[in-house]
């Protein structure tokens, strides 16, 4: 069944459910309501009766009976019996003479005022005592409300329901329909687009925030991403033919040249050593490839061990004192927590200081070997790493591409670099259920911070 | 690391450091000079970072001991002592 | 022995400079209970006043950064802060501030010295009523640059 005509039907049954009880609540209260009303009404007219009936003073039951005749309508089939009981057996003579319910009379006689009813007629009955006498006086009349204002009642009330009913059915379907349009609109043009047309966007309507236009913009940022994946993966293809092919062709160059004619030893010597540093650098790009690959995925089998950030990051600066000696980086540890299992995270210790390395080489070399900070500290449940250098900085327009492998912002041509160590490191980060935020101003500096969820260690 | 027969790990640079008070026993050592000679190069770091792993290390070292190790002497540094 | 000292804030992360640097002025072993002052304007509207919750007043002010940052800290001097409560101001002169400083029983109160509040809609720099205050003030100094920028502003509170 198609959700359409589901909320139909939904809505549709629950209006049903509810304007049923509603009817028949009013049916049933009223109903009951009118047997109360009647009863009282038929007992007064039974007591003004026996008063008028049985009264010994004269002008008194004239009044009464002024008062019945002119105050009281009368209802339909009323009937009025006045009898004395003396033995029982006279109360089933009265009941067969006057055709009553004998267990009625009965209980007027036990109760003194008792009311009952037969299908439409209604009875109710007093004990009178007079002068050591004693009456009964039984008025039975039929219920007019129940013959007849009753079935109006039902009769309206079934009219109005059957009309709801109608209206109901009629915009349960039209809602169902109109909530859906939008849906099977968006659900055709978003069929049109493929591959080749990935340009392609959802028109963006109105601009209040329903879910409709929610759902546009929702499939259209998915799109723009799709697209940024697509153009990413295409310029990966071509930068990363072009990062190979540079080394290849240099190298290719060289040992043609070599090759021309006879050359010296020293000559010789030359050509390889160059061939060999373009190898090199061929061999450290595959190299960093294969780990940008590995950390892409998750799934592979990575170690996870509980370490010490501090601890990574004295090691990455001793790592990077013996690479580069003029590099500048700073510890600031001031705000060291002075719980260490604060700084404990579970991670992979070549990772985070392959990463970390990465990060910390780059704010050297762009900077120009201008003073690194590196700030660690700790908040409730994160490692919070904050790497500020003084360098070049990242244009604005091209911050949204410095995690694309091979990308290389454009003030960059005077480093040495290809651009895989910031997509790299922020893999990394991402494997550690980190976060890896760049800010960055032009020739004022580039703030790196990454944050790493503390490990939860129950047992120390 | 041992300590009366209980293990006791330590981070390379908590154990540079106590290299260095062990190796200066009895001296007391100030924050500049130890520094200077757990973490070799002079940074221009602030001596804070020496409270903080002398914590560290107390923490390990010292907790549930009656014959605490470190000492501190206020305003000159940290010390050693021998048991 | 324990105080209680006040820092004006303005839930930038910045602005939490003023506190560590309190706090790294207090090492004797003294016990802090930290008071973070956010001055602000009341509302005008009774609307607005009938359903006013400081709580969530100040949960809407604050960011998480601020949180964390505030955490970084409380986590760098654990054995010092006993306590840190934010809490609104809504005076208009120091007699208001005396009250404030009088009810949370604050001894010390530390300012920044050359800091621009970033004041939110309602906020007011409450420097003016403060520095009128009769209880002993310390003038922090430390460089501060830029502004209170909505995110990625947690590294600034490692500025020296």
Redesign the interface.
């Known amino acids: 069944m198609k959700t359409q005509s589901k909320i139909a039907l939904v809505l549709f049954i629950c209006n049903l459910t509810l304007v049923l009880i509603f009817g028949l609540g009013i049916y049933y209260f009223l109903n009951k309501y009118s047997f109360v009303d009647f009863y009282k009404r038929l007992e007064t007219r039974a007591i003004i009766t026996a008063k008028y009936n049985l009264e010994q003073d004269t002008l008194n039951a004239e009044a009464f009976k002024t008062i019945r005749e002119q105050y009281f309508e009368k209802l339909e089939q009323e009937r009025q019996y006045v009898f004395e009981v003396n033995a029982t057996s006279t109360l089933s003579q009265a009941a067969k003479k006057y055709q009553l319910p004998l267990y009625f009379l009965k209980s007027v006689l036990k109760e003194g005022k008792t009311t009952s009813n037969d299908g439409n007629t209604f009875y109710a009955g007093i004990k009178y005592n007079l002068n050591n006498k004693l009456y009964l006086v039984v008025v039975t009349a039929e219920n007019y409300y129940v013959s007849h204002h009753l079935r109006v009642l039902r009769n309206i009330l079934f009219g109005g329901m059957f009309l709801i009913v109608l209206i109901t059915i009629y915009l349960s379907i039209y809602f169902s329909k109109h909530i859906f349009d939008p849906i099977k609109q968006i659900t055709d043009k978003v069929k049109q687009i493929s591959t080749e047309n990935i340009h392609l966007r959802l028109e963006e309507k109105d601009t209040n925030n329903n879910e409709i236009s929610e759902l546009t913009a929702t499939f259209n940022d998915l799109l723009n991403r799709l697209e940024t994946a697509f153009e990413t993966q295409k310029n990966f293809i071509s930068n990363a033919s072009h990062e190979l092919s540079t080394p290849l062709t240099s190298i290719i160059g060289e040992a043609d040249v070599a090759l021309i004619k006879e050359r010296t030893v020293e000559d010789y010597q030359l050509a390889m050593q160059n061939i060999l540093q373009q190898a090199e650098r061929l061999d450290q790009i595959t190299k960093s490839l294969v780990f940008l690959a590995r950390t892409g995925y998750k799934g592979k089998k990575i170690i996870f061990e509980i370490v ?1 950030t ?2 990574i990051i ?2 990455v600066k001793s790592l990077i004192d013996q690479l580069n000696h003029q590099n500048h980086i ?11 299992k ?1 700084l404990k995270i579970k991670g992979n210790r070549q990772l985070l200081q392959l990463a970390l390395a990465n990060i910390l080489n780059n704010a050297c070399k762009h900077s120009h070997n201008k003073p690194v ?1 590196v ?1 660690l ?4 449940n ?1 490692v ?1 790493i ?1 790497i ?1 250098d003084e360098g070049v900085g990242i244009p604005k327009e091209e911050i949204a591409y410095i995690y694309d492998p091979f990308f290389r912002a454009s003030n960059t041509h005077l480093f040495e670099g290809y651009g895989i160590g910031l997509p790299l490191a922020r893999n990394i980060i991402k494997l550690h259920e980190g976060q890896l ?1 760049l ?1 960055s101003e032009v020739n004022v500096g580039t ?1 790196v ?1 990454i944050k790493i969820p503390i490990a939860r260690i129950l047992k120390f | 690391m041992e300590r009366n027969a209980s293990f006791i790990s330590l981070t390379a640079t908590e154990y540079r450091l106590l290299l260095v008070l062990i190796k200066n026993k009895g001296r007391v050592l100030s924050r500049v000079d130890l520094l200077e000679s757990a973490w070799d190069i002079n940074f221009n770091m602030e001596t804070n970072v020496v409270d903080v792993y002398i914590n560290y290390l107390r923490k390990k070292i010292d907790t549930d001991v009656n014959n605490k190790l470190i000492h501190t002497v206020v305003g000159m540094g940290y010390v050693l002592k021998e048991i | 022995m324990q105080k209680t000292i006040l820092v004006p804030t303005d839930f930038c992360v910045a602005s939490l400079n003023t506190l560590r640097l309190a706090l790294e002025k207090n090492q004797q072993g003294l016990s802090l209970k930290v008071v973070l002052m956010y001055a602000e304007l009341l509302e005008d509207s009774i609307a607005e006043l009938l359903f006013y919750s400081p709580e969530k007043r100040i949960n809407a002010l604050k960011s998480n950064e601020f949180d964390e940052a505030l955490s970084i800290l409380k986590n760098r001097f654990e054995n010092r802060i006993v306590e840190v409560s934010l809490e609104l101001f809504h005076g208009y002169n120091h007699q208001a501030f005396n009250h404030f400083t009088d009810a949370n029983g604050i001894d010390e109160i530390y300012i920044p010295k050359t800091y621009q509040f970033n004041l939110l809609s309602r906020g007011f720099n409450p420097m003016p009523i403060i520095k009128k205050s009769k209880l002993p003030i310390y003038e922090l100094e430390w460089q501060y640059q830029g502004v209170c920028l909505e995110n990625n502003q947690l590294h600034l509170i490692f500025n020296n």
């Open positions: 010490r501090d601890e004295w090691e700073i510890l600031d540890l001031n705000l060291l927590p002075e719980d260490e604060r900070i700030y500290a700790s908040s409730d994160q919070i904050v500020k935020t800010t703030t911070q």
